[in-house]
């Protein structure tokens, strides 16, 4: 699970132990199933929804088409309200008051089936949800009534910006969610000059957050998890009184930051031992190429082409998916990432994407028609050189007669 994620689900859980008394996540047992249309092996239970999304997302920018069976298994997980939980083990069973309907993975499933098409009536739903739990600072938290954070309402506002709703004119209490990520928005000066926090502190402190802060410039750009290279603003920081603003703070903050240690974040994570921040710094690549900083995402992407593999091979489709994006958000074939095609890879971790089996069998029946060519031409040509020998032969016995 990335460290967006984790935040989120931490978010999540000091919401939901005020209502009833923690207990540990059962592990799964070695032998446990997960159902055939999702991608990843591991368990789904706190990002099922996530990583799908990511997936078939990734694999739409990429131009292929995902198995039916995994984008239907992605519309089955919404509940009837039009929300999603981060898993939901049997869709066939109605969500009730116990199921945990999580905006982050609403969004994100909003944004892959936005892409993907043909599925409005899900995406509307869902987006009325999202507007049903807005906060009245204008931003969302990872669960209903959660404090706002500047992940949940940035990947709010993607999942907005992908059916064409303005986000600007997503209102509760008069607030917009770009009110509420301004206020999420370090202010220039001191520690975190121009960076975003995840959420105040205690005592209503920010303090600054690599993770948040590449979530933040996305959201305050108007921007989904999908972007192409932007136009550059002025890249010194000033009072964050605009998104555009807080934006150019916050990429400013994220070069500063990725420069100090070689082109790449260091995790942040309490405890950790100090190692790179894969997933956060692909990310950051993404957002630094949607503000239009693409020296430092590009060399943040080269980083990446020679250090990621191991890290995304161990995290599964999430992982590819943020490496697919960060490539293509610079303009770099993901298919030769590094030497490594991340598009086959991403598609080796769940059911294979409509049309490959139609490909195989394509290569297949090519190969055997090639073949079959081959041994014609070869017999023709084994005829050939015997006919040319052979007249030779008559030819040279016609010379010797008198």
Not at 108 to 128: M, S, Y
Not at 392 to 401: D, M, S, V, Y
């Amino acid at each position: 699970m990335n460290v967006r994620r984790s935040a989120a689900v931490l978010a999540a859980v000091a919401v939901i132990g005020a209502a009833a008394p923690a207990t540990a996540a059962p592990s799964p047992s070695p032998s446990q199933a997960f159902p055939s249309a999702l991608y990843g092996d591991k368990d789904p239970k706190f990002d099922g929804v996530w990583r799908q999304s990511l997936a078939l997302l990734a694999q739409d920018t990429v131009g292929v088409r995902p198995a039916a069976k995994s984008v239907e298994w992605l519309v089955r997980q919404q509940c009837a309200d039009g929300g999603f939980a981060s898993y939901r083990p049997d869709p066939a069973t109605a969500c009730d008051a116990k199921t945990v309907l999580d905006t982050n993975a609403t969004s994100a499933a909003v944004q892959a089936l936005a892409a993907l098409g043909g599925h409005d009536d899900v995406t509307a739903k869902a987006v009325d949800w999202l507007k049903s739990v807005q906060n009245e600072d204008g931003g969302w938290g990872y669960a209903a009534g959660g404090a706002s954070d500047t992940n949940s309402t940035s990947v709010v506002i993607g999942a907005l910006t992908a059916v064409r709703e303005k986000p600007d004119r997503v209102e509760k209490g008069g607030k917009s969610p770009y009110d509420a990520l301004l206020k999420l928005a370090l202010p220039c000066g001191g520690d975190g000059d121009g960076a975003f926090a995840f959420q105040p502190d205690k005592k209503g402190e920010l303090t600054a957050n690599a993770d948040a802060t590449a979530a933040g410039v996305l959201g305050a750009l108007g921007q989904g998890m999908v972007v192409k290279p932007g136009g550059k603003s002025d890249a010194a920081c000033a009072q964050p009184r605009t998104p555009e603003q807080a934006a150019a703070n916050g990429a400013a903050y994220l070069t500063s930051a990725l420069g100090k240690d070689d082109d790449h974040l260091m995790s942040a994570l309490a405890g950790a031992e100090p190692q790179p921040d894969y997933g956060n710094t692909a990310d950051a690549v993404v957002a630094l190429a949607a503000h239009g900083d693409t020296a430092q995402a590009e060399k943040s992407l080269r980083w990446l082409e020679k250090n990621a593999a191991s890290w995304a091979a161990q995290n599964g489709p999430a992982a590819y998916a943020q490496l697919i994006f960060a490539a293509h958000a610079t303009g770099t074939d993901p298919r030769d990432f590094g030497g490594a095609d991340l598009v086959k890879q991403l598609n080796a971790t769940g059911p294979a994407p409509q049309g490959a089996a139609k490909a195989d069998a394509d290569a297949k029946d090519e190969k055997q028609d090639s073949d079959s060519v081959f041994g014609v031409w070869w017999y023709v040509g084994v005829c050939l050189v015997a006919g040319i020998g052979i007249g030779f032969l008559f030819t040279g016995r016609r010379k010797q007669q008198p």
